[in-house]
């Protein structure tokens, strides 16, 4: 091995090349090319099309017959009156989100995994897991019939203790709460999949050794569980703050009323407000594209400071 020009006792393997390894272990890569040809196909060649962000778009025209107008419409979008409103509640209920839902799977994963009932372990998991599978648009007609003011459950409760029916849907003051809340009882169980996990992978002598010494249940869990998945949970976070300008369009567009605009008019929203109902392609194209770029820099940024903080990160 060569240290700083001199030679020493021990002999340095030769690194393979690219193609030796390829070579060697051909029948891997063959698994990766079907993976290959569906990103390039419905990932890069796409990318032809953002330059409508950048064209007065025609349909006649196409793409390429298209006048090119450059920077015009990322202007338009950052002068309108829309601008400020639509970055902050997408800003607002990203990070109101991001605080809530990030830490409550890791706590049930740590609960459930220090549960001694194995039994009843499974029938918790299996009660947070069901609700993933209800589907976005089924989930917030739920939430809508619940809330009613006339037929809804949460409200006959109310009147029936002698209060007044309250159109929770009509109040902006509660929209985002239980766009939040209603997000964590959907995900939460389906979140905490992965930290069970890299709790999996924990070695039981561990446990036994902690036991053996007197550790307490949080001891184990606050000097073993948690450093065991806070790598985990780091690569969650970076990948969760890379996309705190996507929050899902569904949900917000079938909780969104005349009432509650005020707040839940978002980036995503607006752009299919924008593209599909004024049919301004380039418009909401250099606004998706605007959203997608400021994803891109938050997450190089957290990247590089859990890089420095922790040691661990996604490149």
């Not at 605080?99 to 001694?116: E, G, K, T």
């Not at 499974?122 to 947070?128: G, R, Y």
């Not at 897991?129 to 809330?147: E, Q, R």
């Not at 079938?254 to 593209?275: F, M, P």
């Amino acid at each position: 091995m060569k240290t700083k020009g001199k030679q020493t006792g021990s002999i340095q393997p030769r690194k393979r090349s690219f193609l030796e390894t390829l070579k060697k272990d051909w029948s891997l890569w063959t698994f990766c090319i079907p993976g290959i040809i569906l990103t390039f196909i419905f990932s890069y060649i796409p990318m032809y099309g953002v330059q409508i962000a950048f064209r007065r778009f025609n349909a006649k025209q196409g793409i390429w017959g298209s006048p090119w107008v450059g920077l015009r419409y990322f202007q338009r979008f950052i002068d309108s009156p829309y601008f400020v409103r639509t970055v902050t509640n997408t800003l607002i209920l990203s990070i109101y989100g991001l605080i809530v839902s990030f830490p409550i799977p890791i706590l049930l994963a740590l609960m459930l995994n220090s549960f001694r009932h194995k039994r009843y372990r499974k029938v918790i998991q299996t009660i947070t897991y069901a609700p993933n599978f209800i589907s976005t648009i089924v989930m917030c007609g739920m939430l809508i019939l619940f809330l009613s003011p006339s037929v809804g459950i949460i409200n006959t409760v109310i009147k029936s203790f002698g209060g007044e029916a309250i159109n929770f849907m009509a109040k902006k003051e509660y929209w985002r709460h239980l766009y939040v809340w209603s997000g964590v009882w959907q995900g939460m169980g389906w979140s905490s999949v992965i930290y069970f996990a890299a709790l999996s992978g924990i070695s039981p002598e561990l446990h036994e050794a902690a036991k053996c010494d007197g550790a307490t249940k949080f001891q184990i869990i606050r000097y073993i569980d948690f450093p065991s998945i806070l790598p985990t949970a780091t690569i969650q976070l970076i990948l969760s703050c890379g996309s705190i300008l996507s929050i899902g369009f569904e949900k917000a567009f079938a909780l969104q009323n005349d009432l509650n605009t005020s707040v839940s008019e978002i980036i995503s929203t607006y752009v299919y407000k924008v593209g599909m109902i004024d049919n301004n392609m380039s418009y909401s194209s250099a606004i998706g594209l605007f959203n997608t770029m400021v994803n891109l820099v938050i997450l190089i940024i957290v990247n590089k400071a859990a890089d420095k903080m922790s040691g661990t990160s996604l490149f």
